[in-house]
């Protein structure tokens, strides 16, 4: 265990003393050091909340899609999140900054994109399949091709940072941008300082929402209707919320949680076999649940694989269920394993049995069997077991590291091992919401400013549009809207901000207040670094 979880686990090791105190005592089976778990839970949930845990492009399906008033900034009903400014690591008052913000929609100028170059896109398969690809789109499109757009636009956020000291300054520059880990190759920006792209570390900041009940967070009229949903920001004040008093972005700096101290009972189901799917026969989906009775006050279960779920919250006997592999099924012949971790003392009475169905109200047994072994390991390690082999975990992807890191701080914060909201009490490791959970990264890099000299950074990047649902038929049906931040966050001493709009005769304005006129030619602006949030709305110059 390092030196630093060495630290947390002193400083928390007084938290849930009711728990501490109960594990203290020997149980009838076989005991677990729960003392060292709660409080190695307790650390690492410090460590995942200062690192923070937090949908396509950090977009959020919240919002009513609505400008009631006319005036000021639209709540879409997908919001995309805002322009953030640089800032530092550590504060310079030799430095000030100038920004100008460049809004480029030259996405949304139609490109040609033929059929062949549809089928080439498709590099995964072989030559045979993009020839079927190619085939299919020649009738789809007899023309041989299609006219496309987007509505994302490239955003060029420019700073001029000037050393007003006589002697030189490095810099650890942080550039934040909102996004979620799902979509981050395609919208991640780049930095350049002079033109020349520099090296930059990702940093991931936490889950940038809340959690609410059903039908927008009430039940029956009541507000606080429970936690099954993601509260996810629908507009730049969430944000300003989130990052306000500094500690969010403390947390995205401050590394991932460490659960090799956290010690695991783990049982493996592998090799299920039992009779074979027949709906006619009565057998419409074979079944094997598990059985088991626990401390719920001592322990935890956590699983992955399985599918259905039974929980005797007061009796402690509950229960879990995958559907048997078929035959002609792909994971068939595989090696899966299904995963029963217990996290403080274990479960004991564990039985294993064939069912017909997967319904747990069924008491209709089959001829069916599983292998189980059981070990005794660390958190950390079947965690990595059980997430090597994932296609967003796996060895070489760039992000592999960080969804495993943001899962690990997922678990001990809103996850089944933290204070967990309803949607994950569950314990399914499958439930987590880490790879589309809005949130905030930083790019972080240095920059030397020479003494009386000035240096040209630019942040370079896609930025996704906040809109309504096609299907919505809302007012701002055709309305996309892009938005900034011009100091929030920052700890930069800034001069001018300038913006500028690049709109290549394909929009029109709908609504703003950055003072752009397109008729007139005013595509430049200053501006105001009091007003903390500026926006854009703007439809198809056609529509």
């Known amino acids: 265990m390092s030196e630093r979880s060495e630290r947390l686990l002193r400083y928390f090791s007084g938290i849930r003393p009711e728990l501490v105190e109960e594990a203290a005592e020997d149980p009838p089976k076989k005991r677990v050091h729960w003392k060292r778990w709660a409080a190695a839970a307790a650390a690492v949930a410090l460590v995942a909340g200062a690192a923070g845990i937090l949908p396509r492009g950090g977009s959020s399906a919240g919002g009513a899609g609505t400008n009631p008033s006319g005036e000021g900034p639209t709540t879409f009903m997908s919001y995309a999140g805002p322009v953030f400014p640089l800032t ?19 996405p949304w100028v139609p490109v040609w994109w033929s059929n062949e170059d549809e089928a080439n896109s498709r590099e995964h398969l072989t030559a045979a399949e993009r020839q079927e690809v190619l085939d299919d789109y020649n009738e789809w499109y007899p023309e041989g091709g299609q006219w496309r757009t987007s509505t994302d636009i490239l955003v060029r956020d420019q700073y001029t940072l000037t050393n007003t000291s006589g002697t030189e300054q490095t810099l650890r520059v942080l550039y934040p941008f909102a996004g979620s880990l799902g979509w981050l190759e395609e919208y ?36 606080d209707g429970g936690s099954v949903n993601l509260d996810i920001p629908d507009n730049w004040e969430d944000y300003r919320d989130a990052l306000a008093d500094g500690s969010y972005q403390t947390g995205a700096l401050g590394g991932y949680p460490d659960l090799s101290g956290v010690p695991v009972i783990v049982y493996e189901f592998s090799h299920p076999w039992g009779e074979e799917e027949n709906s006619d026969a009565g057998r419409p989906n074979p079944t094997i649940r598990v059985e088991f009775d626990m401390d719920v006050s001592r322990s935890n279960v956590l699983t992955y694989g399985f599918n259905g779920a039974q929980y005797g919250w007061e009796t402690g006997h509950m229960a879990r269920s995958f559907s048997i592999p078929q035959t002609w099924e792909p994971i068939h012949d595989s090696e899966e394993i299904w995963y029963l971790i217990v996290v403080g003392e274990d479960v004991w009475n564990m039985t294993t049995q064939g069912y017909a169905t997967g319904g747990f109200d069924t008491e209709e047994t089959i001829e069916a069997g599983v292998t189980v072994t059981r070990t005794e390991t660390d958190l950390e390690s079947v965690l990595r077991q059980i997430f090597a082999d994932e296609t967003h975990a796996a060895d070489g992807g760039p992000d592999s590291e960080m969804f495993f890191g943001l899962l690990k701080g997922w678990l001990v914060t809103d996850g089944p091992l933290g204070s967990p909201a309803e949607r994950y009490s569950g314990g399914m490791l499958e439930d987590n919401d880490v790879r589309s959970a809005c949130r905030v990264f930083y790019l972080e890099a240095e920059v030397t400013v020479p003494a009386g000299g000035s240096v040209r950074l630019a942040a370079q990047m896609r930025k996704e549009a906040s809109y309504d649902f096609y299907c919505a038929h809302t007012e701002n049906r055709g309305v996309y809207g892009y938005d900034m931040v011009t100091e929030l966050g920052s700890d930069l001493r800034f001069g001018e901000q300038t913006a500028t709009i690049v709109d290549h005769g394909v929009i029109r304005i709908v609504r703003q207040n950055f003072g752009f006129d397109l008729e007139t030619g005013i595509r430049s602006v200053a501006l105001d670094p009091a007003r903390e949030h500026y926006y854009l709305e703007v439809a198809r110059e056609q529509e």
């Open 88 to 106: 530092l690591r550590e504060a310079n008052d030799s430095v000030t900054a100038a920004r100008d913000i460049e809004l480029d929609f030259e």
């Open 188 to 223: 991640q920006p780049t930095l350049t300082v002079d033109g020349r792209e520099v090296p930059a570390v990702l940093h991931a900041g936490g889950y940038a929402g809340g959690f609410e009940g059903v039908w927008n967070g009430s039940i029956g009229g009541d507000p």
